[in-house]
């Protein structure tokens, strides 16, 4: 056999360190450049159209012959190019999302409904061709569209022109220091809460086609099944778990496995394999089948109302059929790297969507990780599909890892044995119910007979889920951020991607593992103050954090969301807190109590004494009505009003201020406040602002995601958190 | 070599196309500042902690500023009071019930002995 002459080399065995993939290059380039704009703005464009100069200039450093220079200067620039029509792709998509003007405020609405969606609790319906009537008389026409949240069953034909009056407030494409990319995906520019008799239909509509198909489904899926079974069988086939008991799914995501309820990849890929199966079976040619198997799955698309997930899956199925259909070598890294460019093309901001970047991690985890891992374990003498399921489900788990801890908060510790068992089982009960459902809809007369089987196959599937609560089995409390790419560079180097041989291979992960271990440290233990406290905002509500050797300490807004605690609870790996303040009028701290417990326990509970908090001798939680300074967080506090505090923080005067503040305040080093007011800051004179709403040229979590507050040696500083 | 430039043409017409389909849905000029803010500022801050020391026994009555942490023990050494101290000495000082504050928007602790 004859050797190649890279065998002599030190550091890889081979003929390279890795395989050059053109088509991987360019699409981590589209990336880079979306990315880069997302923080420099438009001077990405120049730096990618600088790099990509500067690196067609080295073949002329290394010379290695003409043709190979002329090579290097071409990919060079076109990786410049991708890099730059990314960035230039991403500023033009964000510019037409904030073209549409800002509308704030009580206003009439009129707009044709497009979409209805259902949570537990409400009806979301989002309107085009949206028209606000101001309290002025003024007529604002605007290309984005409105998501209205009703309470309650709104039944409103689609394509009908409604119109209502609400409080509209404008989405911007940051908020709370995330980039709202489904909202600028779906062109939503604004939100809008009211009750189920406030909208008025002015014109009948008729739904599109996929919309009557979506409605054709439900009905013929909840007259034949058990309501439940209904529900879930829907959620299965179209995404829209809406109409799904909410305990049930939240034990889902709880279990790590709610993601089957998103239409993407699995779905889409059974759908394709079945369809290929029978033109296959029917001796079709490429030109006939690719273009009927593109249409069944841009109609299945449009039935689950072009979620992002469909949409996204949509387009890697077609992507790959037309690869593998145009005899393109099959090579499964080029695979995913074109449909996540195709994907990226679509529109830009998928890149700040955390579906996407979890369909992408999980398949090139399998890609990069599943076979070494298999090999591993057939080391180990297990049976071959074992080994090989086992090394799908564990680098699938591994690569999503950080995604999952730093969009969530949290993962299930228990997903991965979940994931196991249940996809496989879930899958094969999604293909016979998919075969089945379309059936039915065929022949509706036999509905009852032919969803029986998948109907018995899905209260099999989804028992152990009902049976157990998955809370307790969860990780959380800790954040990546940056430390992702030195996870995935390890996850990189441990793979078979990468030529090296055993000696430097042991000495990069080695290293990379003690940057890793290292970073972490460093990014979640607060090293090098004295003291620290944190602020974290949504829009269900505003919270001040404090770790101190006593305990936890919380200070909240007037009723916080269930949400927004309970994402707080699991991100902070909470679920007890030794004193609790809500800055708020008493009968919103009665209210606000209640929706805490059922996340965290409470071991005291700070009340201003004026605010006649109703005292019961039913609370489970001590509460203590105080009219002077009181012990808080490590240092003392005292109520100024319902709504405002001054916290004195190690020697920094901190006032917090949630709503209506007295006249006469304190000075302070530092004002937290939930909104801009320059009286207020007149008022307390402070060295530094911070808000959690936004705060034009100030320091806001609005503006910036959470913030991390410490203070050391006479210095308080504020900073960006990881997450 | 026509294999080749067949394939050059075809991957050009293709990141052509992308490059089409990425821009043309909106010719809107593009947003020129980037959507991350980020966030970090510092301020300095006194600590200080504004006590009036008064009463039978106390040998330099009046006002201290001391900094934050400073214990009940040391201020009675500051103002020489010599007596039995109500206060544990090795206790820092507490706004506790006797702070007040006072119109120019500072606290000030009235400790009587």
């Known amino acids: 056999m004859k050797k190649f002459e890279g065998d002599a080399h030190l550091l890889y065995r081979g003929r390279r360190i890795v395989n050059f993939r053109p088509l991987l290059f360019l699409a981590i380039a589209f990336g880079g450049g979306i990315f880069a704009a997302y923080r420099l703005g438009m001077h990405a464009l120049w730096i990618a159209l600088a790099m990509a100069a500067a690196a067609a200039l080295l073949p002329l450093l290394f010379p290695s012959g003409r043709r190979a220079a002329v090579g290097v200067l071409l990919f060079a620039l076109a990786l410049g190019l991708t890099c730059a029509a990314g960035s230039l792709a991403f500023g033009m998509r964000t510019a037409d999302f904030e073209r549409s003007p800002v509308i704030e405020g009580e206003v009439v609405v009129a707009g044709t409904l497009e979409e209805v969606g259902r949570t537990e609790k409400t009806t979301s319906l989002t309107l085009g061709a949206v028209v606000f009537y101001t309290p002025e008389g003024e007529a604002i026409a605007s290309e984005g569209r409105i998501r209205a949240y009703a309470y309650g069953g709104a039944e409103l034909p689609l394509g009908a022109r409604v119109t209502f009056a609400a409080d509209v407030t404008s989405y911007d494409a940051v908020s709370y220091g995330r980039v709202n990319a489904s909202y600028i995906i779906d062109g939503v520019r604004y939100t809008a809460f009211l009750s189920d008799g406030d909208v008025t239909v002015l014109a009948e509509g008729t739904p599109d086609l996929f919309g009557m198909a979506n409605e054709y489904l439900r009905g013929l899926l909840f007259e034949n099944m058990e309501e439940g079974n209904a529900a879930l069988a829907f959620a299965l086939l179209t995404g829209n778990s809406g109409w799904m008991d909410g305990d049930v799914l939240q034990n889902f995501r709880y279990g790590g496995v709610a993601h089957i309820f998103a239409v993407s990849g699995m779905n889409f890929a059974i759908v394709y394999a079945a369809l290929l199966f029978l033109c296959k079976r029917l001796r079709l040619r490429a030109r006939i089948y690719v273009p009927v198997i593109a249409a069944v799955l841009i109609l299945y698309a449009g039935i689950c109302g072009f979620a992002p997930s469909a949409v996204r899956a949509l387009v890697m199925c077609l992507v790959l059929m037309l690869m593998e259909a145009g005899g393109f070598a099959y090579d499964r890294v080029n695979s995913v790297a074109v449909a996540f460019l195709a994907v990226l093309i679509v529109h830009p901001l998928y890149l700040f969507s955390v579906g996407f970047l979890l369909s992408v991690a999980a398949a090139a985890g399998i890609i990069v990780l599943g076979g070494p891992i298999a090999r591993l374990l057939s080391r180990i003498r297990l049976p071959r599909s074992l080994a090989s399921s086992l090394g799908v489900a564990v680098s699938a788990q591994v690569a999503t890892f950080p995604i999952l801890i730093d969009c969530f908060g949290y993962t299930s510790g228990i997903g991965l044995a979940l994931n196991i068992l249940f996809v496989p089982l879930v899958s094969a009960a999604y293909g016979v119910l998919f075969v089945l459902a379309l059936l039915a809809c065929i022949l509706p007369f036999a509905a009852g007979v032919l969803l029986l089987i998948p109907e018995f196959l899905l209260r099999v599937c989804i028992f152990p889920v009902l049976a157990v609560d998955f809370r307790f089995w969860l990780i959380g409390g800790f954040a990546f951020g940056s430390c992702a790419l030195l996870w995935y560079l390890l996850c990189w180097a441990l793979s078979g991607k990468i030529n090296l041989r055993p000696l430097p291979r042991a000495i990069a992960c080695t290293l990379l593992s003690a940057a890793l271990v290292v970073g972490m440290v460093f990014a979640n233990v607060p090293i090098g103050y004295e003291a620290v406290f944190t602020l974290v905002s949504d829009y269900g509500g505003s919270a001040l954090l404090v770790r101190h050797a006593g305990g936890v300490g919380l200070v909240a807004s007037g009723r916080p969301d269930g949400d927004f605690l309970e994402k707080l609870c699991l991100r902070e790996g909470i679920d007890h807190f030794s004193e609790v303040i809500f800055l708020a009028p008493a009968y919103e701290v009665n209210a606000s109590l209640p929706v805490l417990l059922q996340y965290a326990e409470a071991d005291v509970l700070y009340v201003s004494e004026e605010a006649e908090f109703p005292e019961s001798l039913f609370r489970t939680v001590e509460v203590r009505w105080e009219s002077a300074f009181f012990s808080f967080g490590g240092g003392e506090a005292v109520f100024l009003n319902e709504e405002t505090l001054y916290w004195n923080f190690g020697g920094a005067g901190v006032l917090i201020a949630m709503g209506e503040s007295p006249e006469r305040l304190p000075r302070c080093d530092l004002l937290v406040a939930e909104r801009e007011d320059a009286a207020l800051s007149a008022a307390c004179s402070p060295s530094l602002e911070v808000y959690f709403g936004p705060a034009e040229g100030k320091l806001s979590v609005y503006s910036s995601g959470s913030l991390q507050i410490g203070r050391k040696d006479g210095i308080i500083s504020v900073k960006g958190r990881v997450s | ?113």
């Open chain 2, 1 to 113: 070599m026509r294999a080749g430039l067949v394939k050059f043409i075809a991957g050009a017409a293709a990141l052509i196309l992308a490059g089409g389909a990425a821009l043309l849905p909106v010719l809107v000029p593009p947003r020129t500042d980037g959507l991350a803010v980020p966030a970090g500022q510092t301020a300095p801050f006194d600590g200080t902690l504004y006590v009036s020391v008064q009463g039978e026994g106390v040998a330099f009555p009046g006002s201290y500023a001391v900094p934050y942490g400073t214990t009940y023990g040391e201020l009675f050494a500051l103002a020489g009071f010599a007596g039995e101290s109500p206060y544990p000495p090795e206790a820092p000082v507490r706004m506790g019930q006797d702070a007040v504050l006072g119109r120019d928007g500072i606290w000030r602790v009235y400790i009587v002995v």
